[in-house]
């Protein structure tokens, strides 16, 4: 229930220096003087107060030496009287404080991302920046970090909410029109409704287009390295990393799995996935790899296909490949240049794995070809949760619909109604309008004490 007092270990569980436990509620800064001592009461003090003191069981004495900071309603992350606890890192002690509150039969431990949702509740925060918080807690690139940040700063919901109340504000003229239908009376021209329209859809689609550059921040770039035996493709994997990741070999088929690892290049996460060399084999365990290898081009978002001067190319293969992805996901990768640097081969980037040269040239293209050419900077407004750009796609929908019903000429009921859906699917974004179903599966996400 929204109104009990609830606990929760808010830094990670295990043996550290510092434990934080949170408890928020009405009666949060009450039922916690029932076991602190110290120099004052903390139903006296003010709020965003830190006050040192013990806390005391009847059964244990005293449990721990403890830092209790006081945060009184409105004026806390979850907008309700929060008290947090510090405590020295042992999980005997975290446990013991915990059993002693939910012992009283006034507080609960809190469910998965209790404290987030009740900042939403109270209207601390709107239900995008409440998802903006999973996403800051996750982040593991500085790119993904900051567009987390971005988000919980409030840009798109700052974004949002001003198009859904430019949708409003068209849909009262429509509004006024209807109260006034007898009197035939046109309080906005139609050729301007349908320029109000048309701003607003193509603020909408720059919202959706900027869903691919979003994503890439949030989620990183599956690279598959594919390729024949032989052309080096742990040998680049290990340049990348910077480290002897995966074997190298002039014996082909040495890799027989795929090996998966995790880079950062300019603040953007790539997985790469070495792949065993494509080509006919009676091996049953090379013949898996293979297999496995296809499927991790289907999977990829990117597949950087490798040649080398040696083995010349791969035509076959190539059209192999385009089974399973489309062209514009394929960067064409010549290795071995230190052996023919003038080498007639064609390729987007020309390397050696070797010496490293043309390595840089190739770190640019992944991050270009991640983005598809996409420009944004660190303050552009980027839609990264699927959710979101499902709102915005049917909000979209519906806008369209009032843009055909007005150049159609159709009865404003019909322009009224698409209007209202268009502003309730923008709505739900921000959280203005919402159900339990949605919350609860946005939260359940969270750790408990987030």
């Given at each position: 229930?929204?109104?009990?007092?609830?606990?929760?270990?808010?830094?990670?569980?295990?043996?550290?220096?510092?434990?934080?436990?949170?408890?928020?509620?009405?009666?949060?800064?009450?039922?916690?003087?029932?076991?602190?001592?110290?120099?004052?009461?903390?139903?006296?003090?003010?709020?965003?107060?830190?006050?040192?003191?013990?806390?005391?069981?009847n059964?244990?004495?005293?449990?721990?030496?403890?830092?209790?900071?006081?945060?009184?309603?409105?004026?806390?992350?979850?907008?309700?009287?929060?008290?947090?606890?510090?405590?020295?890192?042992?999980?005997?002690?975290?446990?013991?404080?915990?059993?002693?509150?939910?012992?009283?039969?006034?507080?609960?431990?809190?469910?998965?991302?209790?404290?987030?949702?009740?900042?939403?509740?109270?209207n601390?925060?709107?239900?995008?920046?409440?998802?903006?918080?999973?996403?800051?807690?996750?982040?593991?690139?500085?790119?993904?970090?900051?567009?987390?940040?971005?988000?919980?700063?409030?840009?798109?919901?700052k974004?949002?909410?001003?198009?859904?109340?430019?949708i409003?504000?068209?849909?009262?003229?429509?509004?006024?029109?209807?109260?006034?239908?007898?009197?035939?009376?046109?309080?906005?021209?139609?050729?301007?409704?349908?320029?109000?329209?048309?701003?607003?859809?193509?603020?909408?689609?720059?919202?959706?287009?900027?869903?691919?550059?979003?994503?890439?921040?949030?989620?990183?770039?599956?690279?598959?390295?594919?390729?024949?035996?032989?052309?080096?493709?742990?040998?680049?994997?290990?340049?990348?990393?910077k480290?002897?990741?995966?074997?190298?070999?002039?014996?082909?088929?040495?890799?027989?799995?795929?090996?998966?690892?995790?880079?950062?290049?300019?603040?953007?996460?790539?997985?790469?996935?070495?792949?065993?060399?494509?080509?006919?084999?009676?091996?049953?365990?090379?013949?898996?790899?293979?297999?496995?290898?296809?499927?991790?081009?289907?999977?990829?978002?990117?597949?950087?296909?490798?040649?080398?001067?040696?083995?010349g190319?791969?035509q076959?293969?190539?059209?192999e490949?385009?089974?399973?992805?489309?062209?514009?996901?394929?960067?064409?990768v010549?290795?071995?240049?230190?052996?023919?640097?003038?080498?007639?081969?064609?390729?987007?980037?020309?390397?050696s794995?070797?010496?490293?040269?043309?390595?840089?040239?190739?770190?640019?293209?992944?991050?270009?070809?991640?983005?598809?050419?996409?420009?944004?900077?660190?303050?552009?407004?980027?839609?990264?949760?699927?959710?979101?750009?499902?709102?915005?796609?049917?909000?979209?929908?519906?806008?369209?619909?009032?843009?055909?019903?007005?150049?159609?000429?159709?009865?404003?009921?019909?322009?009224?109604?698409?209007?209202?859906?268009?502003?309730?699917?923008?709505?739900?974004?921000?959280?203005?309008?919402?159900?339990?179903?949605?919350?609860?599966?946005?939260?359940m996400?969270?750790?408990?004490?987030?």
């Amino acid at each position: 229930m929204k109104e009990d007092t609830i606990i929760a270990l808010a830094t990670p569980p295990g043996v550290g220096a510092i434990s934080v436990i949170r408890l928020s509620g009405k009666d949060a800064i009450e039922i916690t003087d029932l076991f602190f001592e110290g120099r004052t009461r903390l139903v006296e003090s003010e709020s965003h107060r830190a006050h040192y003191g013990k806390l005391v069981s009847n059964e244990f004495g005293v449990i721990d030496d403890v830092i209790a900071t006081v945060y009184i309603s409105p004026n806390s992350y979850t907008g309700e009287n929060s008290v947090e606890i510090s405590c020295h890192g042992n999980p005997f002690i975290v446990q013991n404080i915990i059993n002693l509150f939910i012992g009283t039969n006034k507080v609960r431990l809190a469910e998965p991302g209790e404290f987030t949702k009740r900042a939403f509740l109270n209207n601390k925060i709107d239900l995008s920046q409440a998802e903006a918080v999973i996403d800051l807690i996750y982040s593991r690139t500085e790119a993904s970090f900051k567009g987390a940040r971005n988000q919980l700063d409030g840009l798109l919901s700052k974004k949002v909410d001003f198009l859904r109340k430019s949708i409003v504000n068209t849909l009262s003229y429509i509004e006024l029109e209807l109260d006034f239908a007898e009197e035939d009376v046109e309080f906005v021209n139609r050729n301007d409704l349908i320029k109000m329209l048309d701003e607003i859809i193509i603020e909408i689609d720059s919202l959706l287009e900027s869903y691919n550059v979003g994503k890439v921040i949030r989620d990183g770039v599956n690279v598959a390295l594919v390729g024949k035996p032989n052309v080096g493709k742990s040998s680049i994997l290990n340049y990348l990393l910077k480290e002897s990741r995966a074997i190298v070999s002039d014996i082909p088929g040495t890799t027989r799995d795929v090996i998966r690892e995790e880079i950062s290049i300019d603040g953007i996460l790539f997985r790469l996935f070495d792949t065993a060399g494509l080509r006919d084999s009676s091996d049953v365990i090379e013949k898996e790899g293979i297999l496995r290898s296809r499927e991790t081009v289907k999977n990829a978002d990117l597949v950087l296909f490798i040649e080398d001067v040696e083995q010349g190319e791969s035509q076959e293969l190539y059209k192999e490949l385009l089974n399973y992805t489309k062209p514009e996901r394929i960067i064409k990768v010549i290795n071995k240049i230190d052996i023919d640097p003038n080498t007639n081969l064609s390729g987007d980037v020309k390397i050696s794995a070797k010496t490293g040269s043309g390595f840089q040239l190739l770190t640019k293209k992944l991050v270009e070809s991640a983005f598809g050419g996409n420009y944004y900077t660190e303050k552009s407004v980027l839609v990264s949760n699927i959710r979101h750009y499902n709102c915005l796609k049917k909000s979209r929908e519906y806008l369209l619909n009032a843009h055909e019903s007005i150049i159609k000429n159709f009865s404003g009921e019909f322009v009224s109604v698409d209007l209202r859906n268009a502003a309730i699917s923008l709505g739900e974004i921000i959280g203005e309008v919402t159900n339990d179903d949605i919350l609860n599966n946005i939260f359940m996400q969270f750790c408990i004490g987030k």
